[in-house]
């Protein structure tokens, strides 16, 4: 059942402009699996980890990618329309932003572990580090989970949309910690130990190898935190909202405005994964290198 509705000019160009950066973001993500996979150089426990982060942010933009599909669909044919999977698509997004963020808490937390704790072989073990991915997914999966039946997420008309209303609610707060402030808190405090052993490792007598790894490893962490103080910047607009919502009315047309930003942000997030990945960047390099020597050569 469907009912036509009124929309504004802008509407259907950013929806094209989302749809553009989702599908360069799944492009790219696309690319480091298909490197990490296929180098033997990027087959190490943290490319294994980055593979995680990238595999959390395909899923999640896949899936974001069903969210602006729909929107679109309404918007060209002018009307207001939930379909079957409206709700499940917004409860399969809560939790990969979960896993996508806690993906970068594993990063820092292994590199935390290598500087501090170098003798513990067990916590940087492959399989240790599995286990830690598969519990972040268990828990992002199963954090919102009763939202598929308690109602908490709505098709929001304006927006063309389902998501959990913005107002003073538990339902806002809960989404709130679970999704923002907790694993950025992780990943600041984890940051923040790293920093504060790494200096007092420069104040000791301490081997240069072992002060030079760890200084490696402090700006790997910070690059994590770069990206991930990306994805705070550029989602400013949705937290704005939030706030707004416990005091006041909000701009009908939040939710479009607010995801418009998010959807840039995974793109900008992936580019700078790219930059910052040493091993996945050089075997980029080295393929493209040796495809255009081919292509000379052919054409010689």
Known sequence: MSNTTDIESWYIPMDILRLMCIMITITIALM???????????????M??????????????????????????NDMKRIEYQDSFCVFRAYINYGMTVIQNHSYNLQAIYRY?????????????????????IITWLFGL??????????????NIENQICQAPLRLSFIIIYITFIVYIIPNLILNVVYLKLIRYVRQMSQRVTSVNILSRAERELKMVRNIVTISTI???????YAIFILMSFFTSIPKYHFRVAF?????????????????????????IQTITALGTRITRMNT
């Open 32 to 46: 480091f699996l298909v490197i990490i996979a296929l180098n033997k150089t990027c087959q190490t426990v943290p």
């Open 48 to 73: 294994m980890l980055v593979a995680n982060t990238c595999v959390a942010q395909l899923v999640c933009v896949c899936t974001a990618l069903g969210l602006v599909v729909f929107t679109l669909k």
């Open 231 to 237: 994805l705070v910047i550029l989602g400013f607009p």
């Open 113 to 133: 572990m290598t500087v501090i704790h170098p003798s513990r072989f067990v916590w940087q073990s492959r399989r240790f580090q599995v286990c830690l991915i």
């Open 260 to 284: 418009i930003f998010i959807d840039i942000s995974t793109t900008a997030v992936m580019i700078a994964l790219f930059k910052i990945t040493d091993p996945v960047r050089t075997a980029a």
């Open 142 to 155: 199963l954090a919102f989970l009763t939202f598929l039946f308690t109602g908490d997420i709505k098709y």
